[in-house]
């Protein structure tokens, strides 16, 4: 046994009640680099098969985590890759960005029993990369094509799993998406230190070589309105994600270096693909030597708060209003984002945006949680007199997304949207208003999870093809 194995054997057997999951994690990804193999067999070897499978009842995909653990403690990897990707379209993705602290690893059984949960999300990344090393991932191409065509319009994780599925099915699948690249917020939004882009650009080019056709830079309402795609397919899928960002309507938003979280994000992506990016390197949208704040408590604060730290930030302060407890973002990234040097100001918002030209300071004010408001939610409440002000050279704004007006957008005023701007659908047939037109993912559902989108993608693939083959039928 090597010594790496030796050390991991060793703490495994000294610590196994104190150790938690992210422990095991950066053991498994950071630490056996190289023996992946030997961590994955020991972390599927403590499933202790339950019987009663609260991981996968708690994983969006219902993924039978159970079975392929079981068969990677056998060392019977290419079948355990074969289950773990019967229902999932992008494992390694979901692998490694998945919350599975508040999914399927949450809720282990062994992690119930205080004993640290199996890491699954791990196992699940190190089985298809091993697939894929192995040539085991077989190019999604079908065995005869059926002559109907699909428009998916956007690229993303929804886009991605409904096309694999319905090229599997004979179907001629074309994407369209308004960026260069496909993948959606897998490549322009989650930061590459979460998921590397090359894992996203193996899967696109699987699609691309099964057949499905990418139109980049191709954005309906400006390139085509939606009547002009529905003429040319049998179907249609929108699944364009949520981008309108939430605003904050406080003095001083205007100002030079207020940024929106995803503008942040985006250039940093963009930088670390390689491209050209003018805003990242004349220092407009480089957080380096600034002093930094984020506002917002959500996940995507997380990545930008974590981006900044990366990029060389002088401080980086994350304002959120509420208490650490009532925090939406996975208390996971604020334990690795508070470990890499990030302070959190809790129970602070901010009250004005202070400079001449360029923003120098964040005016904020001290909150208290007050009554619970009708969802059950203590509203925070201002503190009088408690306002103070804090250097600030770039202002970041993560106060979540909205989605865009699609109706105008795509010239279709007669698609059904909710109040909240989300595109209606029968959630049985997952049918929008009008005839063959389908939508999946974040625009349908609200901002949400690369797994729940995957799993939407799929769902909205079925229905698709139960509805043109029931078509089909009648006009046969
Ligand atoms: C910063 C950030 C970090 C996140 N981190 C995580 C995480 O760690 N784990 C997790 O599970 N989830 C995370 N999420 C959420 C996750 O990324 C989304 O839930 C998921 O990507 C939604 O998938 P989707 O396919 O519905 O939409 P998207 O991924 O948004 O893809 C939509 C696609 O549609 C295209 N499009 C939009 N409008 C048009 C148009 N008019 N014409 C053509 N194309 C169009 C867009 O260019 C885009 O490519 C994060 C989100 C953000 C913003
Ligand atoms: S898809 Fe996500 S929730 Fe499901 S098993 Fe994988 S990591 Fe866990």
């Not at 403690?73 to 999932?88: H, V, W």
């Not at 085509?224 to 899928?237: E, F, G, N, P, V």
């Not at 203590?378 to 002000?389: M, N």
Request: aromatic share 8%; with cysteine.
């Amino acid at each position: 046994m090597t010594e790496k194995m030796l050390t991991f054997v060793h703490l495994e057997q000294k610590y196994p009640h104190k150790r938690d999951a992210d422990e095991r994690r950066r053991d498994f990804d950071e630490i056996y680099q190289g023996f992946e193999t030997d961590a994955a067999a020991s972390q599927s070897s403590r499933c202790s098969q339950c019987g009663v499978p609260f991981c996968q009842a708690h994983c969006p995909l219902y993924n039978n985590i159970p079975d392929w653990l079981r068969l990677t403690t056998e060392g019977r990897l290419e079948e355990a890759y074969q289950i773990s990707a019967a229902t999932n379209n992008m494992p390694e993705v979901t692998g490694r960005i998945c919350p599975q602290d508040r999914l399927c690893e949450g809720n282990c059984v062994i992690e119930q029993s205080t004993h640290g949960a199996v890491t699954i999300g791990s196992v699940e990344k190190y089985l298809t990369d091993n697939a894929f090393a192995n040539g085991w991932v077989k190019v999604p191409a079908p065995t005869s094509e059926n002559g109907m065509s699909i428009g998916i319009i956007g690229g993303g994780p929804a886009g991605m799993a409904a096309a694999e599925q319905l090229r599997l099915k004979g179907y001629a699948v074309h994407i369209y998406d308004r960026y260069d690249r496909i993948g959606g917020l897998l490549v322009y939004g989650i930061p590459g230190f979460k998921l590397e882009k090359h894992i996203v650009e193996r899967r696109v080019k699987l699609l691309e070589d099964a057949g499905v056709v990418m139109h980049t830079e191709f954005e309906v309402g400006r390139d085509a309105t939606l009547a002009q795609l529905r003429a040319k397919h049998d179907s249609i899928l929108i699944a364009t994600g949520v981008y309108k960002s939430r605003d904050l309507m406080v003095p001083g938003v205007g100002l030079k270096n207020v940024y929106p979280a995803l503008d942040y994000l985006t250039v940093s992506n963009r930088h670390g693909l390689g491209d050209a990016v003018p805003a990242y390197e004349d220092g407009t949208l480089n957080a380096q030597g600034k002093n930094v704040v984020v506002i917002g408590g959500g996940d995507t604060a997380m990545d930008c708060v974590r981006t900044a730290v990366r990029q060389g930030a002088k401080s980086v302060k994350c304002l959120y209003r509420r208490d650490r407890a009532n925090m939406p973002g996975s208390q996971r990234e604020v334990a690795n984002a508070e470990e890499e040097g990030v302070e959190f100001v809790w129970l602070t918002n901010p009250e004005a945006f202070v400079g001449d030209d360029a923003v120098t300071g964040v005016r904020a004010v001290k909150m208290r949680l007050g009554a619970p408001d009708a969802g059950g939610r203590q509203t925070p409440e201002i503190i009088p007199d408690s306002s103070y002000t804090m250097d600030a050279d770039m202002v970041i704004l993560a106060l979540g997304f909205e989605p865009e007006d699609l109706p105008a957008l795509f010239e279709a005023p007669e698609l059904g949207v909710s109040r909240w701007g989300t595109v209606k659908i029968d959630f049985r047939s997952m049918m929008t208003n009008l005839d063959g037109v389908f939508a999946a993912g974040d625009i349908a559902r609200g901002a949400s999870l690369v797994v729940w989108a995957i799993r939407d993608g799929r769902d909205a693939a079925d229905r698709m093809d139960e509805y043109l083959l029931a078509r089909k039928d009648v006009a046969a």
